[in-house]
């Protein structure tokens, strides 16, 4: 088990790696709820596109590293 001083040095070292990642899932959040209350669609499918959110988050940013790796 790590202690809190681990946690927050670990956290200190990755931190803009925290916050893409937290405004990643916002945006993806408030996208899918925003269409979802314009279309009214059901309720499984709301909830397979936040589910989806998973698979875009590493698509994404496996494409970004792609795209930004020195070939």
């Not at 946690?7 to 200190?12: A, H, K, P, S, T």
Request: no cysteine; aromatic share 16%.
């Amino acid at each position: 088990m790590t202690s809190v001083r681990e946690w927050i040095q670990e956290v200190r070292q990755d931190r803009w790696g925290l916050l893409v990642d937290l405004v990643f899932a916002i945006v993806w959040v408030t996208m899918v709820d925003l269409l979802f209350r314009v279309l009214d669609g059901p309720d499984w499918a709301y909830y397979m596109l936040m589910l989806a959110g998973i698979a875009a988050y590493f698509v994404f940013f496996a494409s970004l590293e792609m795209a930004t790796s020195d070939r």
